[in-house]
């Protein structure tokens, strides 16, 4: 008889608590799910999903009440006691966690320690993970980090050129983010790229020549982040000590000049607010005063030259990264897109890959086109061309299970 083998993810954000069940005894079905958002505020509301049924609800409440619905929620359709352990994402695992931890009292104040490092998540993530303690007291809890996935990579590419004091006294160095959602995409990518037939491979079907993989993910969604992933191991990332570095994103920057921070201060910005700035007023919102892909492409098409320019940056600076990661790699194998813009905005992707054939990146037009929640090869080059719906929650699981098995 197969046991079941219950797994509750929760990810607690500022104003939002996201939560699955998975049964990983037999396959990997995802049998519940749900988001509580808006928390603390007026307009709160709840989706809780089991099966075919759906509840929305309005919700009023703190994170221990959001807790506390999920909680109910579970108990009445039975789930609750049956769940095995709790996967917790946590953003911020600096370099004292590179691999899924089961949570102790001092794994706790190790994260709240970190909390300088992501002063918008860690403190949040650790009261979910308190307040889930308190519903499960008798389960396993681990911690799953966002940084993990990047702890592979080596010093010249994680170290930054600034004062050696930095690093030894206040942790400054590049740690990454998304990394969930990298090792997840990348991973399914390699398990399709493998059951390919031959001539829709890449330059990784040809194994006598190459017997290892080089795969850039490209993570776009509000946040936007990029991977360099060789044999399995992230060997670089965009995103740094913060998730302010690296692509341009829906509301961040991403790389500028560090010189700029002090001309601003020249003319009068506080750090407060030029750190707003970069944060929520400036990629594509700074440029095109929208930052939702789709309004802009809708924009663009119809004549928006702010909404022309802003996509042409995003793009632009997305493929100098993938130059640069096939420099890291001395070459690229396959390119994977995944969230919202990379999964849904086949345009873009086209774009993206329009200058790259020199690095033998080609879209079929014709495979870019279809629509799907299914992973797919929508490559015609020698460097294939991916598309992987993410799932970060069903990573945070596999972790989970991973760690307590
Ligand atoms: P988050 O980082 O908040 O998880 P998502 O991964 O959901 O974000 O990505 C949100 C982005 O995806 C938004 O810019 C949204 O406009 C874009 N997006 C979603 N669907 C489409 C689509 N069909 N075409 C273009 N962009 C899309």
Same mark, same amino acid.
């Given at each position: ?73 579970? @108990? ?20 004292? !966690? ?59 590419? !994680? ?17 990454? /983010? ?121 924009? @663009? ?12 940056? /995003? ?42 054939? !020199? ?11 279809? @629509? ?34």
């Amino acid at each position: 008889m197969v046991t079941s083998l219950m797994i509750l993810t929760l990810n607690a954000g500022s104003s939002s608590l996201k939560f699955s069940v998975f049964d990983l005894s037999a396959g990997e079905d995802e049998v519940a799910n749900g988001l509580v958002e808006r928390i603390g505020s007026a307009e709160g509301r709840a989706t809780l999903e089991i099966g075919d049924e759906t509840q929305r609800v309005d919700f009023q409440g703190d994170h221990s009440d959001a807790v506390e619905l999920i909680g109910k929620f579970l @108990r009445k359709h039975e789930l609750l006691n049956k769940v095995n352990a709790v996967g917790h994402r946590v953003v911020h695992g600096g370099e004292a !966690f590179q691999q899924p931890t089961v949570i102790s009292a001092e794994v706790e104040k190790t994260i709240n320690r970190l909390s300088p490092l992501a002063p918008l998540h860690n403190p949040v993530n650790l009261q979910g993970i308190q307040l889930a303690k308190q519903t499960l007291p008798d389960v396993p809890h681990v911690a799953v980090f966002d940084t993990a996935f990047h702890s592979t990579m080596a010093a010249q590419a !994680f170290r930054y050129p600034v004062p050696q004091a930095w690093y030894s006294e206040h942790g400054v160095r590049k740690y990454g /983010f998304h990394g969930t959602s990298h090792a997840y995409v990348s991973t399914v990518a390699s398990e399709v790229l493998a059951k390919a037939p031959r001539g829709a491979r890449g330059s990784t079907g040809s194994g006598a020549k190459r017997n290892h993989q080089r795969i850039i993910t490209l993570h776009l969604g509000n946040g936007c982040s990029a991977a360099a992933i060789l044999n399995g191991a992230c060997i670089d990332t965009t995103m740094g000590l913060t998730p302010l570095e690296g692509l341009m994103m829906g509301t961040r920057s991403g790389d500028v000049d560090p010189g700029l921070a002090s001309y601003m201060h020249s003319l009068g910005m506080s750090v407060a607010d030029y750190d707003r700035a970069l944060n929520k007023a400036s990629g594509l919102l700074g440029i095109a005063g929208e930052n939702d892909m789709r309004a802009l492409l809708e924009m @663009r098409a119809k004549g928006s030259e702010a909404a022309q320019l802003a996509i042409a940056m /995003f793009v632009y600076r997305l493929r100098k990264t993938i130059g640069a990661f096939a420099a890291a790699m001395d070459g690229v194998d396959a390119i994977v897109f995944t969230a919202g813009i990379g999964e849904n905005a086949a345009e873009l992707r086209a774009e993206v890959c329009e200058g790259l054939g !020199f690095l033998g990146i080609k879209v079929s037009m014709e495979k870019n086109a279809v @629509r799907s929640s299914e992973a797919r090869i929508i490559g015609s080059g020698s460097c294939q061309v991916l598309v992987v719906p993410t799932n970060e929650e069903l990573e945070i699981a596999r972790a989970t299970i991973g760690v307590i098995e």
